[in-house]
């Protein structure tokens, strides 16, 4: 149970301004005296304070009421509701939208449920150290991304952490912006909330539901704007990106995040997005392979592509805007769409892939480097041969 207590801008004179305040557990909205008599009852049971200016709610299902209750007063005339400590500075949406961080133009993007808790620190500290300025921690069936990032934030001294991607259907959307604003404090402005619907197979792979994704993602973002913080805030908030192929999500990444992070597309799909989000973040994910012999590489590519291609539609669909056609998707993959896919060779070819990117207006580009040899694993030697052809 959580109190949401009404006290009436007639107590507090002048210096009445409209507040939301957090203090162990009890929410306390500031507000004139006609709305504290016109809130509405209904499955909310009023207690007496004592004081005939103030109401006193019990709230069933807190952390979903409260979302209730912050909507039901933000729409009510003569308030105004800010969000923060003591006073809690108000964090509209604009903040998820406008972020102050540079990003740095190249990163890492790697599955690590394979590693080790430790082994995980030690690569994080070792892309640092080879100059990359962001790490992206993929979610699946293993870490919670935003705990893992809280990890390696503490470990780290500058490198940018983001979630690539952090799933909306298993956490609410108070409790990502609770975490992304956590890591953002401990670390100095250091994180990323990278989000996603993802797809009903990875979905179904998790328990998890998944419903009018579009529309899903968009009420989860107005509501990461509204959750309140009861901690020392972070400076600023952490910026939002959206995972996002198709035009009605890149929208939404246009209109309510800082902008979107792709994956598994082709350059000419980085200049969709870029089209797409104006001036915000287009962040772009590139599997590479540092192998030079075109067998062993193709092999280990579709080893990689087998997880989505043909069988998840929306890459499929989106692949297919692109130029490629039914025969691409056929017999294992073309070596086309393969090619397309995975930038593979010896870090020149490689480096030449990325900056395709770039030029098709690509703020930041993540290498996902896999090994030859296969598996998911990140391959350290690839990071390492690619790190001097990069400018950082």
């Not at 972020?99 to 808790?117: C, I, N, S, T």
């Amino acid at each position: 149970m959580a109190d949401i207590g009404f006290v009436s801008t007639a107590q507090l004179g002048e210096e009445s301004d409209s507040v939301v305040s957090l203090t162990r557990g009890r929410m306390v909205f500031v507000a004139s005296e006609p709305i504290v008599k016109a809130w509405p009852r209904g499955r909310h049971r009023s207690r007496p304070t004592g004081d005939p200016a103030t109401a006193s709610l019990e709230v069933d299902r807190a952390l979903q009421q409260t979302h209730v209750a912050l909507e039901t007063l933000q729409a009510l005339p003569s308030i105004a509701v800010r969000l923060g400590p003591a006073p809690i500075a108000g964090r509209s949406q604009t903040a998820l939208r406008g972020p102050a961080m540079e990003l740095p133009r190249w990163g890492v993007f790697a599955f690590l449920d394979g590693l080790g808790g430790e082994d995980t620190i030690g690569f994080a500290r070792e892309v640092e150290r080879l100059g990359y300025g962001v790490l992206w921690l993929v979610e699946a069936l293993g870490r919670d991304a935003l705990a893992h990032a809280a990890a390696l934030l503490v470990r780290t001294e500058r490198l940018v952490v983001g979630s690539g991607v952090a799933s909306i259907w298993g956490r609410e959307a108070s409790q990502a912006m609770a975490a992304a604003r956590t890591n953002a404090e401990v670390s100095g402005g250091r994180f990323v909330l990278g989000l996603g619907v993802n797809n009903p197979t990875s979905a179904a792979m998790r328990g998890l539901p998944y419903d009018r994704p579009v529309t899903a993602m968009r009420t989860y973002l107005r509501r990461l704007g509204e959750t309140p913080y009861g901690a020392p805030p972070p400076a600023e908030d952490p910026p939002v990106v959206v995972a996002a192929l198709q035009p009605r999500m890149l929208q939404v990444a246009a209109a309510q995040a800082a902008g979107t992070l792709t994956y598994l597309m082709t350059p000419a799909h980085t200049a969709r997005a870029r089209a797409a989000l104006g001036t915000r973040w287009v962040c772009v994910e590139q599997a590479v392979i540092l192998e030079t012999d075109p067998v062993r590489a193709r092999a280990a590519a579709r080893a990689y592509l087998g997880f989505y291609l043909p069988a998840i539609a929306i890459y499929t669909r989106t692949l297919a805007t692109l130029g490629f056609e039914a025969a691409d998707f056929a017999g294992g993959l073309s070596d086309r769409l393969v090619d397309a896919l995975v930038a593979w060779g010896d870090a020149a070819q490689i480096r030449s892939r990325l900056e395709e990117h770039v030029r098709a207006g690509a703020s930041h580009v993540c290498i996902l480097p896999l090994d030859p040899s296969g598996g998911l694993a990140p391959d350290r030697r690839a990071l390492a041969v690619l790190a001097p052809y990069l400018e950082h």
